[in-house]
């Protein structure tokens, strides 16, 4: 049977505190998957568990790269520590984030976390 890679994210946006144990990705497919955690085009992890675990000291954005015999799938999420400020923008003009639980959008603000 063919299965292509296939990345799940928990979580497209993930609060932390630096060096916080986490689970950020699992790939599945017709065997063998390698699965790669990648940030700013460098290789984090590279392995053929198809869990991930991780524990990160660097905020910013990810990718879980899932690669097998019948094809590649790329899936990105996001690492903000809390405590931080921080200014989101998107493709589309729309901020995106939840705050104390909270829903929120608007074309382009700044949160603290």
């Not at 599945?28 to 675990?53: C, E, F, H, M, Q």
């Amino acid at each position: 049977m063919t299965v292509f890679p296939e990345v799940t994210l928990p979580y497209t946006i993930v609060r932390t505190l630096p060096g916080f144990k986490l689970f950020l990705c699992s790939t599945k497919g017709t065997p063998p998957v390698y699965t790669a955690l990648t940030r700013n085009s460098t290789v984090t992890i590279n392995t053929t568990n198809t869990d991930v675990t991780i524990r990160l000291h660097e905020e910013g954005n990810y990718s879980c790269v899932a690669t097998g015999k019948y094809g590649v799938q790329v899936k990105e999420f996001s690492v903000i520590f809390n405590g931080k400020t921080i200014f989101f923008t998107e493709s589309i003009q729309h901020l995106f984030s939840y705050r104390d639980g909270v829903k929120s959008w608007d074309k382009q603000q700044k949160h603290s976390i």
